[in-house]
């Protein structure tokens, strides 16, 4: 494997020009909040950098991920720097299979210990590892035995990074996140069902570039990307904020535009660069096609509630639960009348009436 | 436990146990009172009872004029408090939705702007009237705990909400986590104190007026 190769070497066989080149740097570069001037910097270090041997291993998941970065109407630059990295193991994209892979994925191991990049997707069974095995290994098992020698983990969408689908009430294999199962290796979160294809790019180049993680949020995920909820950089955000509210998918409201807040949009609770990265070679993102966001960068998107209900409602079915209440209060309190008249008519039917003669009689005892 | 967690949280398990105390405890008081029942008066009535009730209702509602005279800033206060939290309530288009997704009804929104002036409003209107009480002896004397916490009960959904809103300090998830605990933690109070004012002064000003109006006197 020529891990010597730079990454330019490989970006130039593949025939991707300079100009392209520094077009994808300076995205990079606008994305990772760097000022222009960092451009040329970015440019330079990205071009000297040695192909990083990367690890892809596919547990639980849906391959959503994978066709995320790879699956695009034409080949963009953010595949393509997968492709130049040196990709020694990936279940779903090497020819190879069975014990033949595995073999493989040891030799990569073994060649850049304490060097290469685990990157997985899906997440992790350990209510019974034989949920999901790869040539006779437990997922759990492969991905301790292959995180030991990374330099880094990164877990790439929502399953790997927070459990996912998988993990969804009622969880029945038991799924776990890789922050689960790796506790001493630095992890990168790259969540998003599935994450958008130039953040995964992203987290790649800046490791190239820095030569180590980014700065990680609460939930381990890059700043640069997930530090603002796509509320925040919302188009649609100066209907939120003057009440223009659509109120189905195709009244006068959604024709022209207005906040799907009411629709159910998560997008004010999901920190994600949707918004500003955008899908499809930056074609658009979903609350541009008229959809609310689903929030699916969130730990738990799935159990939170329905997707076309407001943020702001809540989740339980509380007119039932409070029809229940009523009754019950009802009754209880019916009862608690009752009671107490039942002690005042006892108490009336042994009162004893004075006259005015008991009074003046003499102690009676 | 994160904060988007805790929305989750405090959207689905908390709400549901704040409602259900709500509402056991408000339909257990109510019926408690309502059973305590009335004795049979004897007399012959000398006039109605709903019309003198009702009529009754109605004019404990508008301040009476020696009142006015005597505390003009209480009863203005607490008109605007009233006023701007059934606004802040029951006209801003999120909460018009809440309860369009409970009763099925929906009414029309104000402006967002006019709710947003109400919510301040009525802000003010509550730190004024907690100052005007502390400010007097004798009305700091006559206040107890539960009067101040009902004001902080009070206080803390029109706050929170206010600042959710206008995406203040914390993150928006956060803060609309922290509004509906407020609401909840009002909605547990709510049965245990006088804030069950809310569902008994109309039944007692009614009640005030019948009773005068059987005996044939104005209320
Ligand atoms: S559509 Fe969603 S993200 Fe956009 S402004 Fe409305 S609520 Fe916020």
């Given at each position: ?365 | ?72 800033v209480t009863?203005?206060a ?49 730190v004024f009237l907690l100052a005007y009480r502390l400010a007097n002896?004798?009305r ?80």
């Amino acid at each position: 494997m020529p891990v010597e190769t730079t990454l330019a070497d490989s970006l130039c066989a593949h025939g991707i020009s300079r100009r392209g080149f520094l077009k994808f740097c300076t995205m990079l570069a606008s994305l990772m909040a760097l000022p222009p001037s960092a451009v040329p910097a970015v440019a330079a270090a990205l071009e000297k950098a040695k192909r990083p041997s990367v690890i892809w291993l596919s547990f639980q998941e849906c391959t959503g991920c994978t066709e995320s970065l790879t699956r695009s109407a034409a080949p963009t630059i953010e595949s393509l720097i997968f492709n130049v990295v040196s990709l020694d193991y990936h279940h779903t994209l090497q020819a190879a299979s069975g014990e033949g892979a595995e073999a493989a994925r040891h030799q990569a191991m073994q060649e850049n210990w304490g060097k290469y990049l685990c990157v997985v997707d899906g997440s992790i069974p350990i209510g019974n590892p034989g949920y999901s095995t790869i040539a006779g290994v437990a997922n759990a098992d492969m991905l301790r035995e292959t995180a030991e020698g990374a330099a880094a983990v990164v877990a790439v969408g929502s399953c790997a990074a927070f459990g996912g689908l998988p993990y969804a009430d009622p969880n029945p294999t038991g799924a776990v996140p890789v922050s689960e199962l790796v506790t001493d290796k630095p992890i990168v979160n790259v969540s998003g069902c599935p994450p958008i294809p130039v953040v995964i790019s992203g987290v790649l180049a800046h490791f190239l570039i820095f030569g180590g993680i980014p700065e990680l949020d609460t939930l381990g995920r890059p700043r640069v990307f997930y530090g603002q909820t796509i509320h925040d950089r919302c188009y649609r955000r100066p209907f939120y904020d003057k009440g223009l509210f659509a109120r189905s998918f195709d009244d006068e409201g959604a024709k022209r535009g207005w906040c799907l807040y009411t629709l159910g949009c998560k997008g004010p609770m999901t920190y994600n660069a949707c918004a500003t990265a955008k899908w499809n070679q930056g074609t658009s993102f979903p609350i541009e096609a008229g959809h609310g966001c689903i929030g699916c960068s969130q730990p738990n998107f799935w159990d939170a509630g329905g997707f076309y209900q407001p943020l702001s409602l809540p989740t339980g079915a509380v007119t039932q639960t409070a029809a229940y209440a009523a009754a019950a209060g009802a009754a209880a309190g019916l009862a608690a009348g009752a009671l107490y008249r039942r002690h005042k008519h006892a108490r009336q039917a042994v009162h004893e009436s004075v006259t005015v003669d008991d009074l003046e009689k003499p102690d009676k005892s | 436990m994160n904060s988007v967690d805790f929305l989750q949280w405090v959207r689905g398990p908390a709400f549901d146990a704040a409602v259900v105390i709500f509402v056991l405890g408000v339909i257990f008081r109510l019926f408690g009172i309502l059973m305590l029942g009335k004795k049979p008066d004897l007399a012959e009535p000398r006039g109605g009872e709903w019309g003198p009730g009702l009529r009754t209702v109605l004019s404990r509602s508008l301040p009476d004029r020696g009142t006015f005279r005597r505390e003009p800033v209480t009863v203005v206060a607490g008109y605007v408090f009233h006023i701007g939290f059934f606004i802040t309530l029951f006209l801003s288009a999120p909460h018009i939705e809440l309860f369009h997704a409970w009763f099925g009804l929906r009414w029309p929104a104000l402006p967002t702007p006019l709710v947003d002036a109400s919510a301040v409003i009525t802000l003010l209107a509550l730190v004024f009237l907690l100052a005007y009480r502390l400010a007097n002896p004798v009305r700091r004397f006559l206040s107890g705990f539960e009067d101040y916490f009902v004001w902080g009960v009070t206080l803390l959904p029109v706050l929170t909400g206010y600042l959710a809103y206008h995406h203040l300090r914390l993150p928006y998830h956060a803060l609309l986590a922290l509004h509906i605990l407020a609401v909840e933690l009002l909605l547990v109070a709510f049965p245990f104190t006088h804030l069950m004012h809310t569902f008994t002064l109309f039944v007692a000003r009614w009640y005030n007026g019948a009773a005068s109006g059987r005996r044939g006197v104005v209320s």
